[in-house]
């Protein structure tokens, strides 16, 4: 498999409360993206950070990127029932290719 | 600004049949990248075109091909169907090869091998 790890898995939380997803890739990137996904449908773009930054923030979401230890953690506050989907972790490898990690499947509950 | 658009959205064919699935990027959007979703494998990159040309590829058997036509408009064929080729195929649009740029995606075409 072509993937990076995500951790959780799974993860399920209050309306409200944070949601925290971690992702581990395998080779020098030229920066790493983070889609959301409902319900098997097409991927929606939530924030990219490049290899040279280390923190980014967009609206609820922030994200960091640990280019030594190749992980990336998204960090969504406050979290809301639509929130609710699965959340994937995407690195630029150089060559332009996209290499997707397993994904989060986060739920919200209200 | 219309997004990027995939045709057929559903598909049902036999094994041993051959698919095309097509994918319109989003207007001035040149480069074109095709990607398989399944439960087992998760999202892997299929092959990525610039300019009618092919930049890259995924590690997918010679079943899968595809094509780019003067106006980025994009095809993947399947050719001698496996039931393991069931899958959602996504389609991303991104003005260039993908750099510092996200990449827009398409609702998919979900293929089902009987």
Not at chain 1, 30 to 55: A, D, K, T
Not at chain 2, 68 to 77: G, H, I, T, W, Y
């Amino acid at each position: 498999s072509q993937q990076g790890e995500e951790d959780p898995q799974a993860l399920s939380i209050q309306e409200g409360e944070n949601a925290t997803m971690n992702c581990s890739y395998k080779t020098s990137i030229n920066n790493l993206q983070w889609y959301r996904q409902n319900s098997g449908r097409g991927l929606v773009h939530l924030i990219l950070i490049r290899s040279n930054e280390r923190e980014k923030h967009s609206g609820r979401l922030r994200v960091t990127l640990d280019t030594s230890k190749k992980s990336s953690s998204l960090l969504i506050t406050a979290s809301r029932a639509a929130d609710t989907a699965s959340y994937f972790c995407a690195a630029l490898e150089y060559g332009n290719k996209l290499v997707f990690g397993a994904g989060t499947i986060l739920r919200v509950k209200s | 600004k219309a997004g990027v658009t995939q045709t057929p959205r559903y598909l049902i064919k036999t094994r041993g049949q051959q698919v095309t699935l097509s994918c319109s990027p989003i207007s001035g959007h040149r480069s074109v990248s095709w990607y398989q979703q399944t439960p087992g494998q998760g999202l892997q990159f299929l092959f990525e075109y610039f300019s009618e040309t092919q930049r890259n590829k995924g590690n997918f058997p010679g079943r899968f091909s595809g094509r780019q036509f003067s106006n980025s408009r994009s095809e993947m064929n399947v050719s001698t169907l496996e039931l393991g080729d069931s899958a959602l195929y996504l389609c991303a649009s991104s003005p260039v090869p993908q750099m510092n740029t996200e990449a827009f995606f398409g609702q998919g075409t979900r293929l089902t091998v009987v």
